[in-house]
């Protein structure tokens, strides 16, 4: 039996829920509920926990209870109950260095500054887990400064434009996610990677 293990990233509680930060969170969501499966808390796990089977194989999906900063530590938890290989899991988080809806399938890699990742490497002590990272688009500039208004762009809400395109981003995603145990990785990172928002 095939074993895939997705954590999406994001923060926990209604106040953070439709924030770009989130986006690992919506994706994870609206596969689950695709499947009619549900997220429930599990303690010893750091997180919420949904499981359902894709043919033959069992997709386990994880949303941290910890907050972005403190990731690695719901991860950490959750590979040591399942006693996985890395390569069995996949993390998927928002990105503010990619344009809206451009996707990037990466095997490894630092943690380009995201919170979330830095907490995982940190608490892997490796940056060789696969992620899945989701385009925000870059910061809006602060009037009259010269630095960016980071903070108020990951965790402000969505907008309604923005979620037209994150929904083919959602829909794309999923696709490629239910064909993990049928197709080689490399399909699969070359489909996301070519993926283009604007095709009909």
Same mark, same amino acid.
């Given at each position: 039996?095939?074993?895939?293990?997705?954590?999406?990233?994001?923060?926990?509680?209604?106040?953070?829920?439709?924030?770009?930060?989130?986006?690992?969170?919506?994706?994870?969501?609206?596969?689950?509920?695709?499947?009619?499966?549900?997220?429930?808390?599990?303690?010893?796990?750091?997180?919420?926990?949904?499981?359902?089977?894709?043919?033959?194989?069992?997709?386990?999906?994880?949303?941290?209870?910890?907050?972005?900063?403190?990731?690695?530590?719901?991860?950490?938890?959750?590979?040591?109950?399942?006693?996985? #290989?890395?390569?069995? $899991?996949? @993390?998927?988080?928002?990105?503010?260095? =990619?344009?809206? &809806? /451009?996707?990037? !399938?990466?095997?490894?890699?630092?943690?380009?500054?995201?919170?979330?990742?830095?907490?995982?490497?940190?608490?892997?002590?490796?940056? #060789?887990?696969?992620? $899945?990272? @989701?385009?925000?688009?870059?910061?809006? =500039?602060?009037? &009259? /400064?010269?630095? !960016?208004?980071?903070?108020?762009?990951?965790?402000?809400?969505?907008?309604?434009?923005?979620?037209?395109?994150?929904?083919?981003?959602?829909?794309?995603?999923?696709?490629?996610?239910?064909?993990?145990?049928?197709?080689?990785?490399?399909?699969?990172?070359?489909?996301?990677?070519?993926?283009?928002?604007?095709?009909?």
């Amino acid at each position: 039996m095939n074993e895939i293990y997705l954590i999406g990233l994001g923060n926990p509680g209604n106040k953070y829920s439709k924030s770009r930060h989130n986006i690992g969170f919506l994706l994870l969501e609206n596969l689950s509920k695709k499947y009619n499966s549900n997220f429930l808390l599990k303690d010893k796990l750091k997180s919420y926990c949904s499981e359902f089977q894709i043919n033959d194989s069992t997709f386990r999906l994880f949303l941290p209870n910890t907050f972005m900063n403190n990731s690695g530590d719901a991860v950490r938890a959750i590979v040591d109950w399942y006693k996985i #290989n890395l390569d069995q $899991i996949f @993390i998927i988080v928002d990105d503010k260095d =990619l344009p809206l &809806g /451009k996707i990037r !399938f990466r095997s490894k890699g630092s943690s380009g500054g995201h919170n979330g990742l830095k907490s995982i490497i940190q608490q892997l002590q490796t940056q #060789n887990f696969k992620r $899945i990272r @989701i385009g925000i688009g870059s910061p809006p =500039l602060i009037e &009259g /400064k010269n630095n !960016f208004n980071t903070i108020s762009h990951v965790l402000g809400n969505i907008s309604p434009e923005e979620q037209s395109i994150l929904d083919k981003v959602y829909m794309k995603v999923i696709e490629s996610l239910e064909k993990l145990n049928t197709k080689k990785e490399d399909y699969i990172i070359n489909e996301l990677n070519s993926f283009d928002k604007n095709q009909p």
